[in-house]
């Protein structure tokens, strides 16, 4: 309304202004122009009413705003003063939690002091136990031992008394018929000699009794002597025959105790000193270029007819897992430092290879008999020198080698021997087992047969059957042995 009255006024004035400066028409306004200026006047009063009416709405809107406020102003109170009466709750309840915190806290405190107490006591007992187990273990480990080294002794005493026994069963039985022999000589010559006597007391009597027959009694008396002296020649044969019999029963004592000596000293007069060294080294070919394999065992000559080889699994000669003779570009084998020329394989035992020892030493004579049965009566398992499993080394076996009685080969098919402990395997003693590549021997050092697996001996009494191969540099026997595998 209030610019709709300036523009009046504003529109008044001009007009007054036009007729009091010229009467003359000067204005220069249309009727187009008055219709314009109407519709905006009109414009304007409607945009007028529409404020007035959104300003009414604005009033009714405010009035609600102001209920709404003053219900809100309500709230507020009611809320202050429940907020201070919860202030006041708060406070009250907070005095007591803070003394229920305190005691809780208290209590809390006596009960970790308390804990503290019984786990340092429990700790002690703890530690005190532990020592009490350790001394267990260690004296239990001492008595192992102990009982070890008593099993091994008491097995060699077994060994030493059953060889010795049957020795000296043997050597009784001959030396009683040679005894027997002797005694029945000795008797018929003391029986010639007695009857000589006899014959020259009669050959005398009857030279005294009678002149005319002193010649008949001197020939008697001849005979006599003769037959004296040939019995004195029976007796000192009886005599020489005894002595020899003392000197053969000497050698046999002799080789009854060279047979009946201890396992040590077995391994060390009969097999240690016959082992040899080998050295292994097998280049192959890779992704990457050229990649080398090494390997040393210790192994034990067996002698065939002109030949020495060495057992030993292509698994501990790193061999197992070549392909073929792409895969190998060397293979170089040494025993004692010098080069290996040929080997030897079988297709009926794939894992084993045999090695052809290029020097001569000391070897030892594989049985004859693939009976069990046949064997002595102690054997000993000697180590390959291949590196021992973790298991192995927990189980404290035997580095180089260890005694088994031959009960305890079970023999599978020709050549198979199965070795078994009875009870629960654990260490020591009872943790021996026949490992991969070991080669077991008698005590006097013939060779028995070699594991091919844990366990699992195969005997080989000879090469028969068994295909040569040269692997030396150059030749086609590499190529050739590379396709058996």
């Known amino acids: 309304m209030f610019l709709v009255g ?9 007009l007054t202004a036009l007729a009091e400066v010229e009467a003359r028409p000067t204005s220069t ?16 009063e409607k945009q007028d009413h529409k404020r007035l009416a959104a300003l009414e709405a604005s009033k009714v809107e405010e009035a609600e705003l102001r209920k709404k406020l003053e219900i809100l102003t309500s709230d507020k109170e009611r809320i202050e003063s429940e907020k201070r009466t919860t202030e006041l709750n708060f406070d009250s309840v ?3 939690g803070e003394a229920e915190l305190g005691r809780v806290k208290d209590e809390f405190v006596e009960r970790t002091r308390q804990l503290e107490k019984k786990q340092e006591d429990a700790r002690k007992a703890f530690e005190e136990k532990e020592a009490k187990l350790a001394s267990q273990i260690t004296e239990r480990e001492i008595e ?6 008593a099993a091994e002794q008491r097995a060699a005493q077994l060994a030493a008394l059953e060889q010795r026994s049957l020795q000296l069963a043997s050597e009784v039985q001959y030396q009683r018929s040679l005894a027997d022999d002797a005694r029945r000589q000795a008797e018929e010559a003391l029986s010639e000699r007695e009857k000589a006597l006899e014959d020259r007391q009669k050959a005398l009597e009857e030279a005294e009794s009678s002149r005319q027959t002193r010649e008949q009694a001197l020939t008697y008396a001849s005979e006599a002597l003769s037959r004296a002296e040939t019995g004195k020649k029976i007796a000192d044969a009886a005599l020489r025959r005894a002595q020899d019999a003392e000197l053969e029963r000497s050698a046999v004592r002799q080789k009854v105790q060279e ?18 060294p080998i050295e292994v080294e097998v280049t192959r070919r890779t992704f990457l270029g050229e990649s080398k394999r090494r390997a040393v065992l210790s192994l034990l000559p067996v002698a065939y007819h002109h030949e020495r080889v060495v057992f030993a699994p292509i698994s501990q000669l790193e061999l197992a897992d070549v392909d073929g003779p792409e895969d190998l570009r060397a293979l170089d084998i040494r ?12 297709a009926s035992l794939p894992e084993l290879m045999a090695v052809v020892v290029p020097l001569e030493t000391a070897s030892v004579s594989p049985v004859n008999e693939a009976n069990v049965r046949s064997l002595m009566p102690t054997l000993m398992s000697v180590r390959s020198g291949a590196e021992r499993g973790l298991g192995d080394k927990i189980r404290d076996l035997a580095v180089t080698h260890f005694l088994f009685p031959r009960d305890r080969l079970t023999q599978e098919g020709a050549t198979l021997l199965r070795f ?15 490992l991969k590549g070991d080669q077991v021997v008698d005590l006097e050092g013939n060779f028995v047969g070699i594991a091919r697996a844990t366990n699992d001996i195969v005997m080989i009494p000879s090469l028969e059957g068994w295909r040569a191969f040269d692997i030396r540099v150059g030749g086609e026997g590499l190529a050739s042995l590379l396709e058996t595998f």
């Open 6 to 14: 300036m523009c009046d006024i504003f529109l008044l004035l001009y």
């Open 29 to 44: 306004l249309t009727v187009q122009d008055f219709i314009q200026l109407k519709e905006s006047k009109e414009l304007l």
């Open 259 to 276: 047979m009946t000596q201890s396992a040590a000293a077995a391994f060390a007069s009969n097999i240690e000193r016959k082992i040899v």
């Open 144 to 149: 192992l031992s102990n009982q070890r080294r």
């Open 94 to 96: 907070k005095k007591q």
């Open 335 to 346: 025993i004692a430092g010098l080069p290996v020329t040929h080997v030897y394989r079988v």
């Open 420 to 434: 078994s402990a009875a009870g629960f395997r654990g260490t020591g003693d009872f943790g021996e087992q026949i």
